[in-house]
């Protein structure tokens, strides 16, 4: 799959969307806990909260309203 720039606004350039097996291996590779802290936090979420039926809090877990 291919994403291609100018529909977000840029002209004549194509990027490649990536498959599950590029992912996973990146994902092993990248140091996660050492990228910008709002990117971290995306990631984490997501992956603490994936298939799950009750939703997990991650920014602050020892604190429950």
Sequence with gaps: MYLHRKD???EDRTQRFPNNQEVQSAL??????????????????????????EYVLTENPGYYD
């Design 8 to 10: 977000f606004g840029e």
């Design 28 to 53: 092993k590779e990248k140091d996660v806990y050492n990228i910008q802290s709002k990117n971290k936090v995306y990631l984490l979420e997501l992956l603490e909260n994936y298939n799950n039926r």
